[in-house]
């Protein structure tokens, strides 16, 4: 893909390879689901090695499940595999293939969603899950340069009380923990429903953030809730808000910041949503884009970034926009952000942007 046109600055642009300009961008990922990176084939590892027996034997037999229409047809898919894994060794494998993947896609620093309930609900220790992902962690820092965190996400369909239960057992690995969020089935769990565990975790020293998924009943209403009542730091999806110039800007005012996923929004709806995207980026507020659960909808970061550029025609300065959004919103110490910034600008002079 080739841009024919020339930025606001005068600086021609024709020849430029979009795809090879947006693989070599330096990333930031700040909405990818742990537990949605497991590929096929790390699916059926796993089975084997635990001595759990699945319905699909192949790939392709994994795949064929893959027919998401909704968010809850994803979700019934999704939670089901996640019973592979068992011990802290697959939680390790499973984040270290991940970071890997995103290493190679350009990715300089990630803050990744894990979902504790979904494994201590079945019998699996949060001990387990939270240090087998450590460990990843820190291999793939030491090994592949890539700087990772955790968000630690409730699962909204459950109780708050669970959720809370959940907020306490991970205090012993704060250190280990930025934030948390809040994910799954929006249904009738708005995020009033966990007003406490979000006050405490606050309290507690973490940023906060929570899905507002698109196109949900109440969409705005929730959106609404995780700004004003709930005072979250960042909001992931939550394109909807463009139906609400009031909140968009508040968010803008306030610098909150989106964690849109291109790609899986057109699965789980008909649209992938980059008319809105693409609005707010250009009313200034900070979008950015990212990968959500790519083993299940086949793109990783590059390839949401991609597929976005090329549904809305965007150019190498959008892309630059949207990179810079992320490092400029994501949770990292003033001379982190300042060093990945730098070397985001460093990318752009060789491009003349």
């Not at 790939?59 to 994803?74: K, N, P």
């Not at 995103?102 to 969603?113: I, N, P």
Request: aromatic residues 8%.
């Amino acid at each position: 893909m080739t841009i024919d046109s020339a930025t606001a600055t005068g600086t021609d642009v024709s020849t430029i390879d979009l795809d090879e300009f947006i693989a070599g961008i330096p990333k930031c990922e700040l909405h990818v689901h742990l537990e949605g990176t497991l590929e096929p084939d790390l699916k059926l590892e796993l089975a084997a090695r635990n001595g759990i027996v699945l319905k699909e034997k192949t790939v392709a037999e994994v795949e064929a499940t893959y027919g998401f229409d909704s968010l809850a047809s994803f979700l019934a898919v999704y939670y089901p595999a996640m019973h592979v894994l068992v011990t802290a060794d697959d939680f390790r494998d499973l984040a270290f293939a991940y970071l890997t993947k995103a290493a190679s896609d350009g990715v300089r620093h990630v803050e990744m969603f894990f979902d504790p309930q979904a494994h201590t609900g079945r019998g699996v220790p949060f001990a387990t899950v939270i240090s087998g992902y450590r460990r990843a962690i820190v291999d793939a820092h030491a090994q592949l340069g890539i700087s990772a965190e955790l968000i630690m996400c409730f699962l909204r369909d459950l109780s708050a009380e669970f959720a809370m239960a959940t907020l306490m057992e991970s205090l012993p690995y704060r250190d280990w923990i930025i934030g948390v969020g809040l994910d799954s089935d929006e249904r009738d769990n708005p995020p009033n429903k966990f007003a406490a565990v979000f006050a405490r975790a606050r309290r507690e020293g973490y940023q906060l953030t929570c899905h507002c998924d698109i196109d949900q009943v109440g969409s705005i209403e929730n959106i609404r809730q995780a700004l004003e009542d709930i005072g979250v730091d960042r909001i992931d999806h939550g394109t909807n808000i463009v139906e609400s110039p009031q909140l968009v800007q508040d968010a803008k005012r306030r610098g909150i910041g989106f964690t849109c996923c291109p790609v899986s929004n057109s699965f789980v709806t008909s649209d992938m949503k980059a008319t809105e995207i693409v609005t707010l980026l250009r009313d200034d507020v900070k979008v950015t884009v990212n990968s959500d659960d790519p083993a299940y909808f086949g793109a990783y970061i590059a390839g949401n970034f991609a597929a976005l550029a090329g549904r809305a025609s965007l150019g190498p300065e959008d892309v630059a926009r949207l990179a810079r959004n992320a490092f400029e919103i994501a949770w990292l110490t003033p001379r982190a952000r300042a060093a990945y910034l730098e070397e985001l600008d460093t990318y752009l002079a060789r491009y003349g942007l």
